[in-house]
Antibody, heavy 122, light 107 residues
């Protein structure tokens, strides 16, 4: 079964750090670009960051550039998002998602995890 | 960044109705337009990619059309399970941007 499973969310104080993980199974993880997409409570979807299948190319939304770092370990079929200098406005459910095709990013996102909640509050 | 604008923001309809949701891009995106369905507390689900291609496993009552800047998602005959929020997303250039969503409610 094709599956993405996020972990690592939680409550963190403003200025703090958190590392999210996304474990993939059921497909050839290294062949596909991966992204993080977030959704603030009651709000719409916002793309956050993407990484190519090889890990050689990374992309960031302006809102997180310089604070977040995306990475992947293809030997472990796992995607990561290191989040530093967290702000209240980073509070959201964070989803990992796989690009649909081999063309990389940007693309449609056809496989999504269940999401992990990040709350930034004192 | 390419801005995506959906209309309407919310819509009330009945089971069996034909429904159309519109998405407009701030510049031409060719056919690099995708549609998602999201139900409360769940992850989004890809319905349509490349403007008009039906994702595997998605019922044929869903269809997409358009190119350039104007796109539509049509549900030919609403089913109870279709009441959800729908998002468009452009995959023409980074950052990949989403519309603000259209909430489809039961009348």
């Amino acid at each position: 079964e094709v599956q993405l499973l996020e972990s690592g969310g939680g409550l963190v104080q403003p200025g703090g750090s958190l590392r999210l993980s996304c474990a993939a199974s059921g497909f050839t993880f290294s062949s596909y670009a991966m992204s993080w997409v977030r959704q603030a409570p009651g709000k719409g979807l916002e793309w956050v960051s993407a990484i190519s299948g090889s890990g050689g190319s990374t992309y960031y939304a302006d809102s997180v550039k310089g604070r977040f770092t995306i990475s992947r370990d293809n030997s472990k079929n796992t995607l990561y998002l290191q989040m530093n200098s967290l702000r209240a406005e980073d509070t959201a459910v964070y989803y990992c998602a796989s690009s649909r095709g081999y063309s990389g990013y940007p693309d449609a996102f056809d496989i999504w995890g269940q999401g992990t909640m990040v709350t930034v509050s004192s | 960044d390419i801005q995506m604008t959906q209309s309407p923001s919310s819509l009330s309809a009945s089971v069996g109705d034909r429904v159309t949701i519109t998405c407009r891009a701030s510049q031409s995106i060719s056919s690099y337009l995708n549609w998602y369905q999201q139900k409360p507390g769940k992850a989004p689900k890809l319905l349509i990619y490349a403007a008009s291609s039906l994702q595997s496993g998605v019922p044929s009552r869903f269809s997409g059309s358009g190119s350039g800047t104007d796109f539509t998602l049509t549900i030919s005959s609403l089913q109870p399970e279709d009441f959800a929020t729908y998002y468009c997303q452009q995959s023409y250039s980074t950052p990949a941007t989403f519309g603000q969503g259209t909430r489809l409610e039961i009348k």
